[in-house]
């Protein structure tokens, strides 16, 4: 008989962890479809975009982040958690964000209510730091794009995609 522990079977915490999400947010889309699955990882967002806010406000020491500390937060945080965000470009109230790694890994694919995880957290930690924001995902690994590409508007005004989603501080 064989040693189990040293067949060959990728299996590893993250490799777990993300074949986890695949399945629940796949089950979500299927049982409720993708707007309501989308609704559902979208209040799960918001409340880890209000921690991971707190937590880098702490780690600078400041009340409210600037404009361009805010798309260095959303880059760093995706860093951290293996993704390949980069800035692209940050005029005016705009944050231009691109990204060829998802933290997901291919477990996004064919899996676009994930993407309201990077909507939500980007949304809220720019609404709370500046009052307001809107958030779009152009492009993205879920939808079968070679990347993303999401852009956070902290004036928020103007049209907007129907893709795009607003943010507000809340208290």
């Known amino acids: 008989m064989s040693d189990i522990a040293e067949l060959d079977i990728e299996l590893d915490h993250d490799l777990f962890l993300h074949e986890l999400l695949r399945q629940l947010s796949g089950t979500l889309e299927d049982l409720v479809g993708l707007e309501e699955a989308e609704g559902y990882i979208s209040v799960v967002g918001r409340a880890i975009g209000r921690q991971l806010d707190d937590r880098y406000r702490k780690a ?24 390949g965000f980069r800035i692209h470009a940050v005029e005016g109230s705009r944050i231009v964000l ?40 152009t492009q993205a690994i879920a939808r079968g794009d070679s990347g993303c590409r999401v852009v ?7 049209e907007a995609s129907a893709t795009a989603r607003n943010f507000f501080r809340t208290p």
Do not use: W, Y
Not at 62 to 75: F, G, H, N, P, S
Not at 111 to 127: D, E, H, K, Y
């Open 60 to 83: 600078t020491g400041v009340e409210r982040l600037d404009r361009d500390q805010i798309a260095e937060v959303l880059v760093d945080l995706k860093r951290r958690i293996r993704g």
């Open 98 to 137: 691109t990204n060829t790694a998802c933290p997901f890994g291919d477990k996004v694919i064919d899996r676009p209510s994930l993407c309201m995880m990077t909507m939500n957290v980007f949304g809220t930690i720019a609404a709370q730091n500046n009052g307001q924001a809107r958030v779009d995902i």
């Open 152 to 158: 956070v508007d902290l004036a928020a005004n103007g």
